[in-house]
Structure formats: C-alpha cells, structure tokens
C-alpha cells in the first residue's frame, strides 16, 4: 500500500467518516472501503490542486514584486568618461607636433 502512504492518517480518518456518513443500509465495509478510497484520492487531489495554485500565486507575486522594485541601472552614462578616453590621443598629437616644432627651430638656429 505505497499509495496510502502519501495520504495522511487525517485524510484517512476524514475520508472514512464522509463515506460511512453517506453508506446505504445494503453496503458491505468493503464498499465502503472503496468509497473511502475514492474519497481519499479526491482530497489527495484537491490538495495536490490547491499547492499548484500556491505556487502559481506565489510566482506571480514575486513576479510583480520584482517588477515594482526599482531596477538599478548597473550601465551609468557615460559623460565624463568619453572625454577622458581620447585624452591620451590628444595628448600624443600634441606632445608630436611640439616634437616637430622643436625640431624645426633647433635646426633653424
């Protein structure tokens, strides 16, 4: 009885007090027995059901949580930095055109 394992001594105790309650007269306990089978299958069931939507619930509201909480913007803009990665180049265009203007008065004079 692997099955009977899952379902717990409540929905056991539950289900056979719901099929004994509605038992006919000319019923045997085996019949009753299967009834309360049945009963038990349908609350393993709903119970199955209702930690689904649980969890769909719960989903959904981590899911507009996330959604509502301020996203932090890992990317900043770039405004000072883009000045600053062509510095060096203007630099070296500046540090050559002073080379070559040394150069051209020191071999004037």
């Given at each position: 009885m692997?099955?009977?394992?899952?379902i717990s001594?409540?929905?056991?105790?539950?289900?056979?007090?719901?099929?004994?309650?509605?038992?006919?007269?000319?019923?045997?306990?085996?019949?009753?027995?299967?009834?309360?089978?049945?009963?038990?299958?349908?609350?393993?069931?709903?119970?199955?059901?209702?930690?689904?939507?649980?969890r769909?619930?719960?989903?959904?509201?981590?899911?507009?949580?996330?959604?509502?909480?301020?996203?932090?913007?890992?990317?900043?803009t770039p405004?000072?930095?883009?000045?600053l990665i062509?510095l060096?180049?203007?630099?070296?265009?500046?540090s050559?055109?002073?080379i070559?203007?040394?150069?051209?008065?020191?071999r004037?004079?």
């Amino acid at each position: 009885m692997v099955a009977d394992d899952k379902i717990s001594k409540e929905s056991q105790i539950e289900a056979l007090k719901i099929a004994r309650s509605i038992q006919r007269p000319e019923q045997t306990k085996a019949q009753t027995r299967l009834v309360a089978q049945g009963i038990e299958k349908g609350i393993s069931e709903y119970k199955k059901q209702q930690k689904a939507l649980a969890r769909e619930r719960d989903k959904a509201r981590k899911k507009t949580a996330k959604a509502q909480a301020p996203e932090v913007d890992i990317k900043q803009t770039p405004t000072t930095a883009t000045w600053l990665i062509g510095l060096p180049w203007v630099l070296l265009v500046i540090s050559c055109a002073y080379i070559v203007v040394a150069l051209k008065l020191f071999r004037a004079t």
